[in-house]
């Protein structure tokens, strides 16, 4: 612009181009100038700025050169200048552009979206018209009952009817599918009399295609139509069921329900042969018949049952009878319409799957009357019983071995078994629960049974009749502890469901397990040991009869260790043959050895007086009595075998308690303390002056040499004080070391004569 006041033109820059221009010509280095651009402000002054530039007379002969660069800078910018007006005139023309080709395409899309909505308009008019044309031409193939194609056309006017879903408050869309509402409510009527009118009776008289056209048209109405459909059929079929078996006590009770399952089973054969192409496969008509006939037949059985228990009336074998063919009609059913497949694994009349739907849909109307059952089986185990009680107990030798039990025992367990496998099939919950308590209630009174039959225990001599009586009552106790371990297993299949069941199993077999191995084979062993022992007493008797004072010399073995060894062999002999195994036979030996040699030992202070020499005899007799209880266990058999060292231990201890006695009374009483010494050394922390006066006794000393010995005794304990007990345990060691060593020569001279004897009586081999 032309400034007059200053008398020049002005550019007037934009901003933006101002503080560009003045950073560009402040970097820039004019050599000895320095360019700056005059801005708009009225106080810049011309004259200043070249006086700035030069400021001596010599610089002026540089100011071509400084006229060349502006001339130059001012080419460069009017060039920019002219580049940037150029460019913002294009983008304004390329902008119209483009705003022109936006315009024309919304054009072209609004006249599309415009085309498209008369389309659409068009073609939903034209399918209402179809629909409304379709439904004109259903009407009619309806009325004349071509329900084939009814089916397919129905079919096609559905799917175009699901386009209009969203269209049901439009009037014409509303009318539409009111209209087709009640032709569906129409033609569903037609149909169900078109099936009323073909089973007349029951009997098929239209042609089943002409049915089956018209289930194809009931499957696309409502699910409800051919549920209905489906309801109608079977209750027409079960009505004349209904009216032959209900109610009639002719063929209504328990004793005729297989005339039921056989009426079933022809109208089945009926249906498969008459009226299975009637009905669409997929419908599983057969399956829901029999379905509903199972709960009519169940309400029936229900009230015969309630009816029967109510007058006390239940035959209780008729019961089980109809139960078990309920059962097998169930199974039947599964195997017929249930999933599993029975083509690999067989099939048995009772097994059934439980997750299939006819699993117990009858049976289980039975299960509160199973009670009937129990009571007659707690019944017939009570007359059972009562005879075991009254049979005897006999036995024969030949008949005795180890395998011998009471039949009773397996004629109970029998019993047992069958009953818990045929009840298992018609229930595993409480009332099996009750009958396993029935049984344990009878076998305790079993086990009860078999201590009564024990000989008594106050016998002073056993026969070998009552040994294996007694023998065969351990094997039985035996056998029922290891058969209710087994017939536990059927419990376990019952109540792995029921962890109450199963702790309450538990507890029961152990309780019963206890008894009859405590009470029952500990009580018969008692007796076999006790009796047996009894019948050794004659010989002991004869023992202390034998006049020990006048014995001058050791010889072979005393006839009392004869004797005894007759008895064990024989009845002994007896126990090992009719023992029930080795078990009870070991337990049997360990038992009686300890009790004899107890009984040996005590016997001895009945022996009065008893010398040295008769001392000598004494222990030369109790290692024979020793040598026979070791031969015992191999009785009746042909190789002699090393008893067990359990065994073992429990004659050395008893022989021990023997020796002790028998080598103290060896020693002379004068002087006193030789024998004091030896009764400190044999008896050490076992020292008492009751004891050590028995000694006394049995050696035959006078009371007054008695209280003399005693006196001494007593005198030489309280000199030891605390250290008697260590010295006496050492010299005990050496002393029983010195004793063997003299013993051994006197044993080796009987030895072979008393084996000999032995051999004899045990009948070894």
């Not at 209009?164 to 569903?188: C, G, H, P, S, W």
């Not at 008797?541 to 009392?560: C, F, L, R, T």
């Amino acid at each position: 612009m032309f400034n007059e006041n200053l008398g020049y033109e002005k550019i007037q820059l934009s901003n933006e181009l101002d503080i560009a221009l003045n950073n560009f010509i402040k970097n820039d280095d004019l050599g000895n100038f320095a360019f700056k651009i005059y801005d708009h402000s009225s106080d810049f002054s011309i004259t200043e700025y070249i006086n700035e530039i030069f400021k001596t007379e010599e610089s002026l002969t540089t100011i071509d050169v400084v006229l060349m660069k502006l001339r130059t800078q001012i080419i460069k910018i009017d060039k920019e200048i002219n580049s940037n007006l150029t460019n913002q005139f294009d983008a304004g023309q390329h902008s119209e552009q483009e705003l022109a080709s936006v315009k024309k395409n919304i054009s072209l899309l609004y006249e599309k979206i415009k085309t498209m909505k008369e389309n659409a308009l068009k073609s939903e008019s034209m399918r209402l018209q179809m629909i409304v044309l379709a439904m004109n031409q259903l009407k009619i193939i309806a009325k004349n009952k071509q329900y084939s194609d009814t089916s397919q056309l129905l079919l096609a006017i559905k799917q175009l009817l699901i386009n209009f879903e969203n269209f049901k408050n439009v009037k014409q869309v509303q009318t539409i599918i009111e209209n087709m509402n009640r032709f569906e409510a129409d033609l569903k009527k037609q149909i169900f009399m078109d099936f009323e009118e073909s089973f007349v009776g029951g009997t098929l008289r239209t042609p089943a295609k002409k049915l089956y056209d018209a289930c194809l048209v009931v499957d696309i109405l409502h699910k409800d139509e051919k549920k209905h459909l489906i309801d109608w059929y079977c209750e027409m079929q079960l009505k004349d069921y209904i009216q032959i078996f209900r109610n009639n006590p002719e063929v209504s009770g328990l004793a005729d329900v297989s005339r039921r399952y056989a009426w079933i089973k022809r109208l089945l054969k009926t249906y498969d042969e008459e009226h299975a192409t009637t009905f669409i496969q997929e419908w599983k008509v057969p399956e829901i018949l029999c379905e509903k006939f199972c709960l009519v037949t169940k309400k029936d059985i229900t009230e015969v049952l309630n009816k029967s228990g109510a007058n006390k009336t239940i035959d209780v074998k008729t019961m089980l009878v109809s139960l078990q063919t309920t059962m097998e009609f169930e199974a039947k059913l599964d195997k017929r319409f249930g999933i599993k497949d029975y083509s690999e694994t067989g099939f048995q009349e009772t097994a059934i799957d439980p997750s299939s739907k006819f699993y117990k849909i009858i049976s289980s109307c039975y299960a509160p009357y199973l009670e009937y059952y129990i009571e007659s089986e707690n019944k017939a185990l009570s007359e059972m019983m009562q005879q075991y009680r009254e049979q005897p107990i006999e036995t024969s030798d030949q008949q005795a071995n180890e395998d011998s039990v009471l039949p009773s025992s397996t004629d109970l367990f029998y019993c047992y078994r069958q009953t818990m496998v045929q009840f298992s099939r018609f229930s595993t919950g409480k009332p099996f629960l009750d009958l396993s308590k029935l049984f344990k209630k009878w076998l305790s009174i079993y086990s009860e049974l078999l201590l009564s039959k024990l000989p008594r225990e106050d016998l002073k001599k056993i026969s070998e009749e009552e040994i294996r009586v007694t023998c065969v009552i351990i094997n039985t106790a035996d056998y029922c502890t290891s058969t209710t371990a087994q017939v536990n297993i059927l419990y376990q299949k019952c109540y792995t469901k029921t962890n109450g069941l199963i702790s309450w199993k538990r507890s029961w077999q152990k309780k019963l397990m206890w008894s009859l191995r405590l009470f029952v084979t500990s009580s018969a062993l008692k007796i076999l040991v006790k009796c047996i022992g009894s019948s050794v007493d004659p010989a002991l008797y004869n023992m202390s009869k034998v006049p020990w004072g006048s014995i001058e010399s050791v010889g072979d073995q005393s006839e009392y260790i004869t004797m005894i060894a007759q008895i064990l062999s024989q009845l002994v002999g007896t126990v090992k043959k009719s023992l029930g195994g080795p078990k009870f036979f070991k337990t049997f030996c360990d038992k009686f050895a300890d009790a004899l040699l107890v009984k040996f030992e005590a016997n001895i202070y009945k022996c009065k007086p008893v010398p040295e020499v008769a001392a000598e005899q004494m222990l030369l007799d109790t290692h024979a009595l020793k040598t026979i209880l070791v031969q015992m266990t191999n009785i009746g058999s042909q190789n002699n075998v090393q008893p067990p060292s359990s065994y073992t231990k429990i004659l050395t201890k008893g022989v021990l308690n023997v020796e002790k006695l028998l080598k103290t009374v060896m020693i002379p009483s004068d002087p006193a303390e030789g024998l004091i010494d030896r009764y400190l050394m044999m008896y050490t922390g076992d020292v008492s002056v009751s004891g050590f006066q028995k000694i006394l006794e049995v050696k035959g000393l006078r009371r007054g040499d008695q209280q003399l010995m005693i006196d001494v005794l007593q005198n030489k304990l309280a000199n030891l004080g605390p250290a008697a007990e260590i010295l006496y345990n050492k010299s005990t060691n050496e002393e029983n070391k010195k004793s063997n060593a003299d013993l051994l020569g006197q044993n080796e001279k009987v030895s072979n004569k008393l084996k000999e004897d032995i051999s004899k009586f045990f009948k070894f081999k």
